[in-house]
């Protein structure tokens, strides 16, 4: 388990580092953390929050006041707070903290004016951005993706992964696996994810994905979204062996999610 999900962590970092709109959108991202202006603090946290949110698709923006409210929430803490804050809930995740106040919380409310709930995953990419990459994310993807290597016996802890202990299951994988880079980690299972899901146009740019689904664009008419995925998944899964369309990391990456997800 720990040389081969090492060694898949890094080929997953080593292609989306590379020019695609994964990387686009982080660096985008990433240039928001280095203003820390404290004279309108809460004007900078605000704009991170709104950026991640419309890139990270975390539907925030869905709810009444609800950036507004954990703008407020975050803001509270200077950057040099939550990074330390963020040391010490890796630390110990179980206990509490500052950080696993902020997951507690709810934030803003519906249209009948019930609270929304919490926003642990737009959280976890704030805290992520601002510790350059040294934080789980938390989201439907990596859940998905470390299900998916638990059904493979990639992970053989007993435990099942769930909201409450989903950053010491992560931390105790980081550890196990000898990944020990959470930035890294977050590409395996992020990749992972999105791939199983038959989401290939991140690795592509417009044109490669347009020649690319040229031949099915009879069968893509007329179906729904999780239908033309599949479709697509299957059509790769067919030619990228033998396509240009792809480098041979993405190749060999590709060879592990089929292997995976070989029941699909």
Known sequence: MCNELKYYSELAHEILSSETQYQSNKDIISILFKNNNTINFESVVKNRITIIDSNYSTQMSKRLYGIDELTKAISVYSDSILRTETTKFLNRPNEASIISSLFLKEYGIDKSGKPFGKAISLISKYIYFLNDGNFPIYDSLALDSYKLLKKNSLITTINKINEDNYFNCLKQLNIATNINNYEK???LLWLLGKLSKGSFAVLMTKKKYENLVEDLSAQL?????????????????????????????????????FRLNRNK
């Open 221 to 257: 008419k007329n179906i729904e979204s999780k239908q033309k995925d599949n479709l697509i998944r299957q059509h790769i899964k067919e030619i990228y062996q033998t396509s240009d369309f792809f480098s041979d990391n993405q190749k060999t990456f590709f060879d592990f999610v």
């Open 185 to 187: 980690l977050d590409n």
